[in-house]
């Protein structure tokens, strides 16, 4: 695969839906394998035109899915669907230009035309240089490389695509219970090879509690992302296994009134004392046994481009002198506290540290999908936290989270995006990097934000698998699906 721009072509060799004799000796998929996730499973998560800046998404996009260039086992950026198989690259243009989900303004915006000259060839014609084409195409920043069938997509329509998915992925759907469920079965004729996991079965557990139990009872043999105290519990049964990530994922709070000079979050003092009022090392014990280290920029640490700074010190105190100078002596009544789902002992003991401090919160519950949604709309007021652990580097949180543009950005400064604009077009990667660095500073120096921690996820892996996979795949929380093993 070449990679050019500025009027010289991009090749991409691309190769979908053809259905492939295995490989001879290939053994046969056996057996089956349950996973429960922290969150309900949305159907829209089949549809990647319309994946959220999360993770998240991607543990069921990539078992049903493939892309023409995405992370694999010991690749940041494997080419996949762009290496050695056949068929018609329509598929490709027609899911690029279909794809309106995180940064999709920032990808057409910057692509002038995507050709397809010849059966084997997709072109990428850039406006100008952009060295993160391919961050942003090729990896989880964004779902714009996974290819879809375009006949089938615009047969059955959006809303049956989602309820019955077709893809070029290693699992094929079988069937789906909203809000239970998703049963998927191996695809014998993957590229890669044949996954080793016959029957796939996807299950929504949002309480970590009950996906504990259910992993202990033998219902399943995965329970993707636990809480603190059930971590612990794992982590003291030799019978099974606790296995931390290194995704990019990270925790912070949004002040998403700052730019309002009518509102109490325009005053620097408090947002000020947000940052000093949390305990993060506290939490991080609490909700992560200590593996998610503390934070002091939402950019997080593995990404690159990353600034690597200290967090903002715990000092209650001094918290509630800000308070008092900026004219709440007896504390603050900031409201409703939104916490992104899934992560109750973060949410919990933010709030905690926040009501101790004079900075008087009481917790707003939503479903997973109705706080993204209010979240993307600028419906969540006062302060929320947050999360996001999609890959990329800094240049791609910046695009989505801070820069005024970002279509999950409340507000901006001119400054930022002039810097966001210049390191957009800088081939030399020590300019480029001092001025992402400069970005991150900025939101520091104004108090955009208050990071909270790094996200490492805690997962309970069962006595029946042998090989998990998960941390196998770069800047992913998930199993490579094909690449799991049960036991003999």
Request: glycine residues 6%.
């Amino acid at each position: 695969m070449r990679h050019c721009v500025t009027g010289v072509a991009s090749l991409l060799l691309v190769a979908l839906f053809v259905l492939p004799t295995p490989p001879a000796g290939a053994q046969a998929p056996t057996s089956e394998v349950a996973v429960s996730f922290h969150v309900t499973i949305a159907p829209a998560w089949f549809d990647p035109s319309t994946a959220p800046p999360q993770i998240t998404p991607f543990g069921v996009l990539y078992a049903v899915h493939d892309a023409l260039v995405r992370p694999l086992p010991g690749q940041k950026m494997g080419p996949s669907l762009a290496e050695s198989w056949k068929e018609s690259p329509d598929d490709v243009k027609f899911s690029f230009e279909r794809y309106n989900g995180a940064s999709a303004k920032e990808l057409k915006a910057r692509v002038k035309t995507i050709e397809t000259p010849d059966p084997l060839t997709v072109r990428f014609r850039l406006l100008e240089p952009w060295p993160d084409f391919m961050t942003f195409y090729g990896t989880t920043a964004t779902a714009a490389g996974i290819v879809l069938p375009r006949k089938y997509t615009e047969h059955v329509g959006p809303e049956e695509f989602r309820a019955k998915p077709v893809g070029a992925g290693p699992y094929k759907f079988v069937s789906q219970r909203p809000g239970i469920d998703v049963t998927l079965e191996a695809f014998t004729g993957y590229w890669r090879h044949a996954p080793y996991v016959k029957k796939l079965t996807l299950k929504s557990v949002p309480d970590s509690t009950t996906r504990l139990t259910m992993l202990k009872s033998g219902q399943t043999d995965y329970a993707l992302f636990l809480d603190g105290p059930e971590g612990e519990a794992v982590k003291k049964d030799p019978r099974y296994k606790l296995v931390d990530t290194r995704h990019a994922s990270i925790f912070w709070i949004e002040f998403p009134d700052q730019w309002d000079p009518k509102s109490p979050w325009h005053d620097k003092r408090l947002r000020q004392a947000v940052n000093l009022a949390l305990d993060r090392q506290r939490i991080n014990e609490a909700a992560c046994l200590g593996f998610c280290p503390p934070a002091g920029v939402i950019v997080p640490r593995v990404m690159d481009f990353a600034l690597q700074v200290e967090p903002a010190p715990y000092d209650p105190a001094k918290a509630r002198k800000l308070l008092a100078e900026a004219g709440y002596p007896k504390g603050f009544d900031a409201g409703e506290f939104a916490a992104i789902p899934g992560f109750p002992t973060v949410a919990e003991a933010v709030m905690n540290d926040l009501n101790a401090a004079g900075i008087r919160v009481r917790l707003r519950s939503m479903e997973r999908a109705a706080f993204y949604a209010s979240w993307q709309e600028k419906k969540l007021r006062g302060l929320f936290m947050t999360a996001a652990g999609n890959s990329g580097n800094a240049a791609s949180r910046v695009e989505t989270f801070i820069q005024s543009k970002g279509g999950y950005a409340n507000g901006g400064y001119p400054d930022i995006d002039e810097l966001f604009r210049q390191q957009a077009t800088e081939r030399d990667t020590a300019k480029r990097e001092a001025l992402l660095h400069k970005i991150q500073q900025l939101t520091i120096d104004r108090v955009m934000f208050a990071p909270v921690m790094d996200l490492r996820t805690l997962n309970g892996i069962g006595p029946r698998i042998a090989k998990h996979t998960i941390t196998d795949v770069w800047m992913s929380p998930f199993p490579s699906y094909e690449d799991m093993e049960l036991k003999p």
